[in-house]
């Protein structure tokens, strides 16, 4: 019976996901650079979207566990915030992936990122409510006066 060869891993592929916005990352061994779509993280227009965007990856900096990886992230679909909520998630998951050890996933990174931020690893699961008869959107219905 041959022996039993250890597998290294060579990326990591995660998703993050928010309204209508697919974010699937990409970390894999690298320089520590961080790119959506192509273009650098840190070009990201708005200001705010950017911040929030590079939320997961100045925390994993802090801890020493963005050295020596890089992360391509493709995103689509949904709005501008939205897309950045995906961004987020997809990124943060992908480190935790990234830098577990043998026993699983990197507890201590996950459990600073759950501190800050619980939706950078969980989805936020909330929807759009769906237009209803008799009203012009959602919530609000046409009104009738009977005098």
Not at 54 to 67: G, K, Y
């Amino acid at each position: 019976m041959a022996a039993r060869k250890s597998r290294k891993i060579t990326n990591v592929t995660t998703s993050g996901k928010r309204k209508t916005s697919i974010a699937r990352a990409v970390v894999s061994k690298g320089k520590g650079r961080v790119r959506v779509n192509g273009q650098p993280i840190h070009i990201m227009e708005p200001t705010l979207a950017r911040r929030k965007a590079l939320e997961p990856v100045q925390i994993a900096d802090a801890m020493n566990r963005l050295s020596g990886v890089d992360i391509k992230v493709d995103v689509h679909g949904g709005g501008q915030m939205g897309q950045v909520d995906a961004i987020r998630t997809a990124i943060a998951r992908g480190l935790v992936k990234w830098n577990d050890g043998a026993e699983g996933d990197d507890e201590e990174l996950r459990d600073e990122f759950i501190r800050f931020d619980r939706s950078l690893l969980v989805n936020d699961p909330r929807r759009k409510e769906p237009k209803h008869q008799m009203g012009r959107g959602a919530r609000k219905k046409w009104q009738k006066s009977y005098r």
